[in-house]
């Protein structure tokens, strides 16, 4: 569908459409019954959901257009066309456009802020000022809605970590979520490993998060710990076998990045583990990073940025660490790598 720039140029311009299109598919069941393990024809579609078929003809025509939905049809009759869908679209659309969060109304928010002032702001004229967005965070108000949108995302990291378990993880381990938001992150994995004690290392205005967590979660702070600091201007805490950094090091300039992993080398033991989980620099994730970009250019504030997964190697390298892995396959890339 994408194969020319005139192609893709009329995909966007009426990608509001092609989204209602894809969410009204997703409520209505559609996806699930087009991923099934046969064709699904369009006289079993429209009985199963209950829906016009001549209407419902045409939505397909649109999810087809999209490159979505592949249809087989032998005669003009409606009825007889036969339509799947292509793999993983309905964990797609789950994932992009599932429930209404928090992030997507800062979505709304940065499009009214900047939507047709392009020019203006690379001109260095308009600015997203820092009454709208400041950065870093600096009151409680902003922490708060900042970590909790960040808690949304969670699922496909858990399922990244799940993936890797096996290398990951040991019975008995003391890990530290540096940066680790409101605790979520460290509530699912100390539920998922019930010998593993978890702390959410981050700035003490969060504690009260982190608290709430716990109290949601059901487990006692000597589970789900919280240690209070600023990793900007401290030293790391030490007494742990792992430390995460979990869509943390790509908000800082690569400096800061380098510097947290050189605290996090003299942090750890010998044979302490150190994990990143990032989205990196691909075509997908940068695809799935528009938004955040594209709000960025209004912000001068936040180096917010994705980067390639071998300069992250190379910065754990630089650290001192050794058996550095990338560990793919799940939806997050995670690097890992082990202080000598």
Not at 80 to 102: I, K, N, T
Not at 308 to 325: K, P, S
């Amino acid at each position: 569908m994408t194969e020319s720039p005139r192609a893709l140029l009329h995909l966007l311009y009426n990608g509001a459409k092609a989204v209602d299109v894809v969410e009204a598919s997703l409520q209505l069941g559609l996806l699930d019954s087009l991923e099934g393990p046969a064709p699904i024809t369009l006289a079993e579609l429209s009985a199963r959901h209950s829906l016009v078929p001549g209407r419902l003809y045409k939505l397909l025509d649109c999810l087809e257009s999209l490159g979505l939905v592949k249809r087989e049809q032998d005669t003009d009759a409606l009825a007889s066309a036969r339509y799947s869908a292509v793999p993983g679209l309905r964990e797609a659309a789950q994932a992009v456009l599932g429930p209404q969060s928090r992030e997507r109304d800062r979505e709304k928010f940065a499009w009214r802020k900047l939507h047709g002032r392009l020019p203006e702001v690379l001109r260095g004229q308009h600015s997203i000022s820092p009454d709208d967005f400041d950065w870093p965070l600096r009151t409680p108000e902003q922490l708060e809605g900042f970590e909790t949108s960040m808690a949304v995302g969670l699922p496909p990291i858990l399922e990244s970590l799940r993936q890797h378990a096996r290398h990951l993880w040991r019975d008995g381990m003391r890990v530290l979520d540096v940066g680790g938001g409101d605790g979520s992150l460290a509530a699912h994995l100390t539920r998922e490993h019930p010998t593993a004690r978890v702390d959410v290392y981050n700035l003490p205005a969060t504690q009260p998060l982190v608290e709430r967590t716990r109290e949601r979660f059901d487990l006692g702070p000597a589970r789900l710990g919280f240690v209070p600091g600023d990793f900007l201007r401290e030293p790391l805490p030490g007494g742990y076998d792992v430390l995460m950094f979990v869509r943390v090091l790509h908000d800082w300039s690569a400096q800061t990045a380098q510097h947290l992993l050189k605290s996090a080398w003299a942090a750890l033991p010998s044979g302490g583990r150190v994990i990143i989980c990032e989205e990196f620099r691909t075509g997908e994730r940068l695809a799935a990073q528009f938004f955040w970009t594209y709000f960025l250019i209004g912000v001068d504030s936040c180096v917010s940025r994705l980067r390639e997964v071998e300069l992250y190697q190379r910065m754990l390298q630089e650290a001192g660490f050794e058996q550095t892995r990338v560990l793919g396959g799940g939806p997050f890339e995670l690097v890992t790598a082990v202080k000598p």
